[in-house]
């Protein structure tokens, strides 16, 4: 029976989503549908894997590493600045990851981390305000507009959107061995270094990649969020899963919508969406 509610429910959001492509622009459905399933499957792993301190500093590494990468690629590599966030982000993402492996207290290495990119994200956002001229306008950055993307920005974040429900699919029984016992997942021959850069990897592609469509504020939300709707009304991990995508996805299509009708930023109402559904998960997970 839920099988098939769940059959009827994704039916129900690809006729959604065709109706608005046809009534709006497409791109920023691709947008937003590729940030709920990107988004959706995040959240679940990282509630998972219990990575909820790395997912809260992945928004402060995508903001460091894009404001970092346009004085870079306009001195050393023109045309690199999207290439060069995804690695400089990536590099933060595993140097806080490598430190938490290596015993550094979580809270104490999230701090520094988060200290360190906040500050540099300010120092270099203003040095870039002053001295560059770019395409795009950096507040974009912290408050993300789906509506001002092009038709490259969303095939970037359908390829994103692929590239993390796939590997997520692909290792979510694994993941979900090291997040249940991770000394356990060893001693069953599992290579848990391997599933860390997985995850560690996925959630800093994310951010950065769709960083300017959703806003650095509103990354916070949704890394968090849809998890914990799924946990308050789940029954089975596989189960989570789904939830977590389907609630990432209708409040990321939903959003787009009442922001047009409305003329509001389309990234806050989703986050405020989210909200609503985890008020009332929880309200009925008490019932």
Do not use: C
């Amino acid at each position: 029976m839920k099988d098939k509610l769940y059959i009827v429910l994704i039916i129900l959001i690809i006729l959604y989503g065709i109706l608005l492509s046809i009534v709006y622009n497409p791109v920023w459905v691709i947008v937003m549908v590729s940030a709920g399933i990107a988004y959706g499957f995040m959240s679940n792993i990282v509630s998972v894997r219990k990575l909820y301190f790395l997912a809260g500093a992945s928004p402060h590494a995508a903001l460091f590493a894009v404001v970092l990468s346009i004085p870079l690629a306009y001195y050393l590599f023109s045309g690199a600045q999207f290439i060069l966030s995804i690695i400089i982000g990536l590099l933060l993402i595993y140097i806080v990851g490598y430190s938490i492996y290596k015993g550094i207290n979580t809270d104490i290495a999230t701090a520094v981390f988060v200290g360190f990119a906040a500050a540099g994200s300010v120092i270099f956002a203003y040095y870039v305000l002053v001295n560059y001229p770019i395409e795009f306008d950096l507040t974009a950055l912290i408050l993300g507009d789906p509506l001002l993307t092009s038709f490259s920005d969303a095939l970037v974040a359908l390829t994103i959107a692929a590239i993390v429900g796939l590997l997520i699919i692909l290792t979510y029984r694994e993941q979900l061995s090291i997040g249940v016992n991770r000394e356990s997942a060893y001693l069953a021959g599992i290579n848990v270094k391997i599933y860390d850069l997985v995850v560690f990897t996925l959630l800093g592609l994310t951010a950065i990649g769709l960083l300017r469509m959703v806003g650095y504020i509103l990354e916070h939300v949704l890394i968090l969020l849809p998890a914990s709707i799924a946990l308050s009304s789940a029954r089975s991990a596989n189960q989570a899963l789904k939830i977590s995508v389907l609630t990432a996805l209708t409040a990321s299509l939903i959003g787009l919508h009442l922001g047009i009708i409305f003329d509001l930023a389309p990234s806050g109402l989703t986050g405020l969406i989210l909200l609503i559904y985890y008020l009332v998960a929880l309200i009925g997970g008490r019932r």
